[in-house]
């Protein structure tokens, strides 16, 4: 098989040169049975490709029915395969089960919270307003109570920590101070947040929080869904509707699809936890036996 340039030369000898096969072949150093089939063609086309037999191939759908029946890794897989004769090696088997595995979703327990415990904040923008002769961003503060999902917005025209403060005393004034904030990565809180590192938080916001006696709760890097009260109420993911749920006036409830959590409590002990500690800790500020109190949040719209 020759390259696009070979055969170019090849048209170049015969056509625009006028050599004969021989003479061709010999300045290019080919064969002249090469340069007759190559002479005969009015276009340059790649040979294609010869799809080789895999040793794989015929326990091929083998591994897909035992990935359907089980979460096997690849090597408990390999294993099985040695057993079933197969003479290949590991290498291939990782690929063909990356590539045919069902993905993973990760999926997320709804946080329980005790009332007054905590409230959620983030920053959000609405276009602009006209103010004077100029438009200026417009911008909205908004606070969510996570027991009673009560929420504070106040619209302003500016995000600096002057305007985030005073609309935490305003928020204060109607939810009250809980015992501690989550907060996204947001510069008037959290100066600097790296993965697998402490927060740096802004000293001014931890004056406040002292001041008014309540803890600053960060949430992980590229993590809204750790705090889903405040970044959304109906649930969607790329344009598709998630989950729809009546509103209930009544108190006391969780208005959940029981199908929703199935998955979740069969692969994590830790949410079974969180589930059977739920109901305590709408009476009070409990947390389950082994310490943890809380999983993650619904997932972010």
């Known amino acids: 098989m020759i390259d696009y340039e070979t055969y170019c030369k090849i048209r170049d000898h015969r056509d625009r040169q006028r050599l004969s096969i021989t003479q061709t072949a010999q300045a290019l150093g080919l064969h002249p049975e090469t340069v007759s089939k190559w002479s005969r063609r009015e276009r ?11 040793q794989l191939d015929p326990y091929k759908g083998l591994i897909v029915r035992w990935l359907e029946a ?26 063909y089960v990356r590539r045919i595995r069902p993905p993973k979703h990760k999926a997320f327990l709804k946080l329980h919270f005790a009332p007054g415990e905590c409230a959620q904040i ?34 302003t025209v500016s995000q600096t920590m002057e305007h985030f ?15 501690k ?6 510069k008037s809180a959290v100066l600097r947040r790296l993965t ?4 740096v938080f802004n000293p001014r916001y931890v004056d406040y929080a002292r001041h008014h006696s309540f803890e600053i709760a960060p949430c992980n890097v590229a993590a ?3 705090k889903g009260r405040v970044e959304s109420g109906c649930i969607y993911h790329q344009d598709r ?61």
């Open 196 to 199: 697998g590192t402490a927060p």
């Open 165 to 179: 403060l005073g609309c935490h005393e305003r928020a204060f004034a109607v939810l009250g101070v809980p015992t």
């Open 70 to 95: 089980h979460s096997l890794s690849a090597q408990q897989i390999f294993q099985r395969l040695r057993e079933a004769g197969y003479p290949g090696g590991l290498t291939i088997v990782n690929m």
């Open 224 to 226: 809204g869904n750790e």
């Open 122 to 155: 983030d920053w959000g923008e609405y276009g602009s307003v006209g103010v004077g002769s100029a438009r200026r961003r417009l911008s909205f503060f908004v606070m969510v109570q996570c027991y009673s999902r009560q929420m504070y917005v106040e619209f």
């Open 241 to 301: 509707l998630i989950a729809r749920h009546l509103r209930s006036f009544d108190r006391h409830q969780d208005i959940e699809d029981p199908d929703h959590p199935k998955a979740l409590l069969e692969q994590r002990k830790s949410a079974r936890e969180q589930r059977l500690c739920a109901p305590l800790r709408r009476q009070s500020s409990c947390q389950c036996e082994s310490g943890v109190i809380c999983e993650s949040e619904h997932v972010r719209a």
């Open 181 to 186: 904030i989550m907060v996204d990565n947001l």
């Open 44 to 54: 340059y086309e790649q040979r294609a490709p010869v799809k080789r037999a895999s």
